[in-house]
Nanobody, 127 residues
């Protein structure tokens, strides 16, 4: 049973920074693509960033490029999301997700591909 535990959310002023962490209880963490999604109130869940399995790289949605950085520590089974220059529109519940199917052509931004999800952590950016 894969478990994902997020931490690091909170309240921050616009322009500030937060770092989210997600610890995964898996045997072969490097074989999983790890991603962050977010869901603002009244909106659909959307892709934010992914750190692909086996070094296949990272990906971001356009609205966070240059502000957010996803990274992973395979030795610690943990993925991070460093969020800088936060904006009020970044306010949402952020979810960590894991995809156990590894491949260079896998759709990393498709929520349906991620079978495992964390409980979510609230990020609120005040103006």
């Amino acid at each position: 049973q894969v478990q994902l535990v997020e931490s690091g959310g909170g309240l921050v002023q616009a322009g500030g920074s937060l770092r989210l962490s997600c610890a995964a209880s898996v045997r072969t963490f490097r074989d999983y693509t790890m991603a962050w999604f977010r869901q603002a109130q009244g909106k659909e869940r959307e892709f934010v960033a992914a750190a692909r399995c086996r070094g296949f790289g990272t990906d971001y949605t356009d609205s966070v490029k240059g502000r957010f950085t996803i990274s992973r520590d395979n030795a610690k089974n943990t993925v991070y999301l460093q969020m800088n220059s936060l904006k009020p529109e970044d306010t949402a519940v952020y979810y960590c997700a894991a995809d156990s199917i590894c491949g260079p052509y896998r759709d990393y931004n498709r929520a349906a591909n991620y079978f495992y999800w964390g409980q979510g952590t609230q990020v609120t950016v005040s103006s």
